[in-house]
Nanobody
C-alpha cells in the first residue's frame, strides 16, 4: 500500500514559480512509475509529467521547457518544478504512482490547488 501526499500549491502571479512535492509512504518508491496530473474546472484530468523508476521523463507539450519532474527515491519524494507559470496552468495537481510490475496497482494523492492569477 502506498499513500501519497502533495504539498506546495498556492496562488502565484503569471510568470512566477512553484515547486510541488509528493511524499510517498508505505512502499519503496523505486518500484513505481510516478507522475503529476492536473485537472482544471470543466476539463478532464491530464497527465502533465511522468518519470520512470529509472529516471526517464516525459511532459505534455504545453509545459515542455517550463516544468521539470524529478524524484528522490531515497527520500520517497517526487517533485514538480513549475516555472514561467501561466493562467492556463491553474488546476488541482495530483500525484500518481503506478507499480512497474502491474498497471492494476496504482495510487492517487488528494491533490493540491495551483492558481495562477494577477
Amino acid at each position: 500500500q502506498v499513500q501519497l501526499v502533495e504539498s506546495g500549491g498556492g496562488l502565484v502571479q503569471p510568470g512566477g514559480s512553484l515547486r510541488l512535492s509528493c511524499a510517498a509512504s508505505g512502499s519503496m518508491l523505486s518500484r513505481y512509475t510516478m507522475g503529476w496530473y492536473r485537472q482544471a474546472p470543466g476539463k478532464q484530468r491530464e497527465l502533465v509529467a511522468g518519470i520512470t523508476s529509472g529516471g526517464g521523463t516525459n511532459y505534455i507539450d504545453s509545459v515542455k521547457g517550463r516544468f521539470t519532474i524529478s524524484r528522490d527515491n531515497a527520500k520517497n519524494l517526487v517533485y514538480l518544478q513549475m516555472n514561467s507559470l501561466k493562467s492556463e496552468d491553474t488546476a488541482v495537481y495530483y500525484c500518481y504512482a503506478r507499480a512497474v510490475y502491474s498497471s492494476l496497482v496504482d495510487y492517487w494523492g488528494q491533490g493540491t490547488q495551483v492558481t495562477v492569477s494577477s
